[in-house]
């Protein structure tokens, strides 16, 4: 099968396209998929350069991986005999490493059945920035009805989806993104939008229950005196070089206002209610380009460029 490989660490042009063995369903609770679509992430790039965090997972002089990729849309040719929620024939959509690939193999708990309304493109949008967005604001966050939120990188992958969420849960959102994407993204549910690039928010004087910094941009402190008495900053992409841990152990033990980070927990649960919720047409993905799995060189230089409008997506079959 084909696969979009990288054999050392470095900038996008490490990315080829080469054959490689399929994967076999070997654990009973997985199924083999046959790939339609799958996004690019942060997270790909971030462990295609090597940043020293992702080498502690992935070999520290070379790839142990070679094949990234953690969303898949997609058809199941074949099911484990544990295998309970699906049958072959079925479009799914979800979580999996290497799905920059013609074929992947995940476990059960990791998909759920595609949302009837949306494309291949679209259903392989929504698995990692979604879920992230989602237990970000839900989980960490305990967002609450009446909230006053902001999202940070409001045009960004997870931004876009937490806009969204946000306004689902009833929480009055002010989204911050550069000028030509100011109302695309009202459009997605913000109540205010902020152009960075002419006015920062913390020199507004406008009190927040929770920040939540979708694009690891900015810090604990410089957000601290934006939070209500006791509300939450929450900043992702921890591999960032420029973030620095210490302000998450300062922040989660000092004072009321907290700091707080999180990973991303993938399951079926949370993909079965973002399916519910887009098919609902409470929340729908936004995809700036399609690029082909040939062209991942160029796919790597737009996500790593950081200007990303809403999501990047592959089009793999």
Same mark, same amino acid.
């Given at each position: 099968m084909? @696969?979009?490989?990288?054999?050392?660490?470095?900038?996008?042009e490490v990315m080829e396209i080469k054959d490689v063995e399929q994967p076999s369903i070997v654990d009973h609770d997985r199924v083999l998929i046959r790939v339609h679509s799958a996004s690019v992430n942060t997270l790909d790039y971030l462990y295609r350069k090597g940043y020293l965090? %992702?080498?502690?997972?992935? !070999? #520290?002089? &070379?790839? &142990?991986?070679? =094949? #990234?990729? $953690?969303?898949? @849309? !997609?058809? $199941?040719e074949e099911v484990g005999n544990k295998v309970k929620k699906f049958k072959v024939g079925d479009q799914v959509f979800g979580s999996c490493f290497g799905s920059h690939s013609d074929y992947v193999s995940p476990r059960e708990k990791?998909?759920?059945?595609?949302? &009837?309304? #949306?494309?291949?493109?679209?259903?392989?949008?929504?698995?990692?920035?979604?879920?992230?967005? #989602?237990?970000?604001?839900?989980?960490?966050?305990?967002?609450?009805q009446g909230q006053k939120v902001l999202i940070y990188g409001a045009? *960004? !992958? =997870? *931004?876009?989806?937490?806009?969204?969420l946000a306004n689902y849960f009833g929480a009055e959102v002010t989204a911050v993104c550069s000028t030509s994407n100011l109302e695309w993204v009202k459009k997605l549910g913000a109540h205010y939008v902020i152009d960075y690039t002419k006015e920062d928010f913390k020199d507004n004087r406008n009190k927040y229950d929770i920040i939540l910094d979708a694009? *690891? &941009?900015? %810090?604990?402190f410089s957000c601290k005196n934006s939070l209500t008495e006791r509300g939450v900053y929450i900043t992702e992409h921890l591999f960032y070089p420029k973030y620095h841990p210490f302000q998450i152990m300062i922040g989660s033990v000092i004072g009321r206002k907290k700091a707080k980070t999180h990973f991303t927990n993938p399951n079926d649960k949370d993909l079965d209610f973002l399916r519910g919720l887009v098919e609902e047409g409470k929340l729908r993905p936004v995809i700036e380009k399609c690029f082909s799995l040939e062209q991942i060189v160029e796919a790597h230089r737009h996500i790593e460029s950081g200007r990303t409008k809403g999501k990047i997506v592959l089009k793999i079959k």
């Open positions: 084909r @696969a979009a490989i990288y054999n050392t660490f470095g900038p996008p965090p %992702t080498r502690m997972d992935n !070999g #520290l002089k &070379k790839p &142990k991986n070679s =094949v #990234l990729g $953690i969303d898949v @849309a !997609g058809t $199941i990791f998909l759920s059945h595609m949302p &009837k309304n #949306l494309t291949f493109e679209e259903a392989a949008a929504i698995p990692c920035a979604a879920q992230t967005a #989602l237990q970000a604001l839900r989980d960490v966050a305990k967002i609450k045009s *960004g !992958g =997870v *931004g876009h989806f937490a806009v969204q694009v *690891g &941009k900015r %810090t604990f």
